[in-house]
């Protein structure tokens, strides 16, 4: 090999004008021939912006040298083409960036193909089996689920990507506008009758209640302070107007009322033979001493920032 050898080597580039960069690798044809590397996606950028090539690591001219070069491009840029906003590099390893999957994505539903050419019954037939044979994400244990999500949310959160980059009127738009396509298109949870809904509420209550997940991870000072988070910032039921949530109260009552769910899914003898139980139940605070029936003392623990686990009955 001499000095005029052709090379592999490793390159970076950067723009006079802006902060944007990208990494990449190249096998010469002759030494030092002219190459500003070979972007797709952003390509404009290379018209638009003054590149300059720094050239970071520079390999032998063998097969062993390309594929040691390859692995070293796939180190420098697997942390950041989908963590920072100023890597241009799409691709790494032979994996796509969150950009280009979503940008597929949108191409396959216009298109209708891949998952988006079947059917929904078909779609809800082949994740059942899935599950059934603990593959995908039924393969994952619980707990590595959750650490899994808990950790995608603080990422998006502090890099202000996916909802967390969103506005919160922008939220509400997006979530009104979602719920009215379902509403139309007849999916989402408007594919589902009233009975499906509350049977698949019931299961769900379960589930978290057994695996101590959703709202039952929560202590219930957490939830005061998740409440409160609302109230302050105008959240949730906090965003609507005294009279929208009247509204909406008796949309609720009278949605139940004709389907049959929550409490008009009991008769009226059983509604007053639960409420009777109930009254007659006597229950003791534990911090203070104070009895009275199980609601009521749900109230004046919650008054006075008690545990509402710190109870007992007495009958």
């Not at 910032?233 to 009279?243: F, N, P, V």
């Not at 909406?248 to 049959?260: A, I, P, Q, T, V």
Request: overall charge positive.
């Amino acid at each position: 090999m001499t000095p005029q050898s052709p090379r592999i080597y490793i390159y970076k580039i950067t723009f006079e004008e802006v902060l944007y960069y990208y990494y990449g690798v190249h096998k010469e044809k002759k030494f030092g021939e002219y190459y500003m590397g070979s972007p797709e996606t952003h390509k404009w950028m290379w018209d638009f912006y003054t590149p300059k090539k720094q050239i970071l690591e520079i390999f032998p001219f063998t097969d062993e040298g390309w594929i040691k070069a390859q692995e070293v491009e796939g180190r420098l840029i697997r942390p950041v083409y989908n963590t920072d906003k100023w890597c241009l590099n799409e691709s790494c390893g032979g994996k796509s960036s969150l950009y280009i999957r979503r940008k597929v994505g949108m191409k396959n539903k216009e298109l209708g193909r891949g998952i988006c050419g079947l059917p929904i019954e078909e779609r809800k037939k082949n994740s059942k089996k899935l599950y059934e044979e603990g593959k995908g994400i039924a393969s994952i244990s619980l707990e590595e689920r959750k650490n899994i999500s808990k950790k995608v949310g603080m990422k998006n959160k502090e890099l202000g990507r996916g909802i967390c980059g969103l506005p919160i009127e922008e939220r509400k738009k997006n979530g009104k506008e979602n719920y009215k396509k379902w509403k139309e298109n007849g999916t989402g949870i408007c594919s589902f009758t009233p009975e499906q809904k509350n049977e698949i509420g019931k299961k769900a209550n379960e589930t978290n209640k057994k695996n101590q997940t959703g709202i039952y991870s929560v202590t219930p000072e957490k939830r005061r302070e998740i409440g409160l988070f609302c109230k302050e910032r105008g959240i949730g039921i906090h965003s609507l107007t005294d009279d929208e949530r009247k509204e909406l109260g008796r949309k609720s009552g009278k949605y139940c009322k004709e389907n049959g769910l929550g409490i008009f899914a009991e008769t009226k003898e059983d509604r007053s033979k639960r409420a009777t139980q109930t009254n007659y139940q006597k229950w003791m605070c534990l911090e203070t001493g104070f009895i009275t029936n199980a609601g009521n003392l749900s109230r004046y623990q919650m008054r006075k920032g008690i545990d509402k686990s710190k109870r007992i009955r007495l009958n």
